[in-house]
C-alpha cells in the first residue's frame, strides 16, 4: 500500500544512494529517465540535488514544467533502469515502448512510476548558473509516498520483502542490490 | 594494496552511493567527519558534489585549505562513521581519539583515513553562493585510490571480500550494506 511519507524524513528515502527514475510532463509530453545522480540536501523542508544531463528529453520536460518526481525502482527493475537510462527519446515515447505505468502525483504534474517503492513529488528551484555549468537542479519535496511493505513511517526496511530492495547503479547496467542492515553502536 | 585509480573512472567508486568519510588539514590542524551527501557531479574531470554543513570544524579547514579526501568506510567501520558523523570536535582531535590512523596523500594536505577501500583527493571548485546557500561544494577529483582486494581497474566488487563492502547510511546510525551485484540484461 502507498502510504504518505512525512516531509521531514522524506530525505531518508533517498539517504542511502539509490538509483532512481526521474519522470517529467508538460504539455501533452512527458518521459522517464535513470538518475543516480541525486542525493539529499536538506532535512526541512526537504531539498534534493538533481543531476540531469542537458542533453535528454527530460530535462526540457523538467526546466519547462519546474517540477520532477524521483521514483525508486526495485530489484526486479533493474532491466528497465538501465533501458530508460539507455534509451533516448526524443522521438520515442519511453513510458509507452517500456510498458511503463504510471500513477498521477498529487502536487505535481509529473506521474509517479508504478512498481517502484518510493516516491517524492518535487518544485524545482530555478538556479540557471548551477543547470549551465553542472547540469545540477535543486529542487523541493512536495508530497512524498512509500510502499508500506518497506516503510515503517520512520525508515525503510527490506528484510520481509528482498524482492523490493532498490538498486545502487555501478556503471555499464551492473548495479548492485540494497544489502542487510547494519546498526552502529553508540560511540563509548 | 592500494592501487591508483583511473581519473575517468574515479566516479564509479561513488556511483553506488556510499557512505563517506570526508577529511581535511589545515596548518596543524585536521579532521575528520561523516558524510552521506557525498556525489558524481562528472565523469572527466571527474567532480564531485559534497554537503558539509557551516557548524563543523572540518568545514572550516575545508576553506581554509581549499581541499578535502573522500574516503569510503567498511562494514567493520559503521561505529567509526556514527561515532565521527556524531561527536563535533571543534575542542577534541577526532582522529585522536577514535584512533583513526591516516596515510598522507599524494596532490593534498588532506589525510586519507586507513581502513577504507577508496579514497579520492579533492580540490574545492570555490562558489561562494553555493557554500552558504546550500552548505554544497563542488570539488574536481586530482587524485583517486582503491583497494585491489575490491577494484579490478574497472568496478567494484565485493563478492570475494564482504567484509570490505562499503556502508549506505539511513538514519540515527542505521546502514545498509553494499549488496550483491545485479546486472541488467541490454535492452531488446
Chains 1, 2 share one sequence.
Not at 33 to 62: C, E, N, S, Y
Not at 178 to 188: D, I, L, Q
Amino acid at each position: 500500500v502507498r502510504v504518505a511519507v512525512e516531509l521531514r524524513r522524506a530525505y531518508r528515502l533517498l539517504n542511502h544512494g539509490p538509483a532512481t527514475l526521474v519522470s517529467a510532463a508538460h504539455g501533452s509530453r512527458h518521459n522517464v529517465m535513470a538518475a543516480q545522480w541525486v542525493m539529499p540536501l536538506d532535512f526541512d523542508p526537504p531539498k534534493l540535488a538533481v543531476v540531469v544531463a542537458a542533453d535528454t528529453f527530460t530535462r526540457g520536460l523538467i526546466e519547462a514544467s519546474g517540477q520532477l518526481c524521483v521514483s525508486l525502482p526495485t530489484v526486479g527493475m533493474a532491466d528497465l533502469v538501465w533501458a530508460v537510462g539507455s534509451a533516448s527519446s526524443a522521438e520515442v515515447d519511453k513510458l509507452e515502448r517500456f510498458h511503463v505505468a504510471t500513477t498521477q502525483a498529487s502536487k505535481v504534474t509529473a506521474p509517479l512510476i508504478d512498481g517502484c517503492v518510493a516516491w517524492l513529488e518535487c518544485e524545482v528551484r530555478p538556479d540557471v548558473a548551477l543547470a549551465r555549468d553542472h547540469d545540477l537542479f535543486i529542487v523541493e519535496v512536495v508530497a512524498a509516498w512509500a510502499d508500506s511493505d518497506v516503510w515503517d513511517g520512520r525508515e525503510l526496511h527490506f528484510e520481509g520483502h528482498p524482492e523490493k530492495r532498490t538498486l545502487h547503479h555501478v556503471a555499464r547496467g551492473t548495479f548492485f542490490a540494497t544489502g542487510e542492515r547494519v546498526k552502529a553502536n553508540e560511540p563509548g
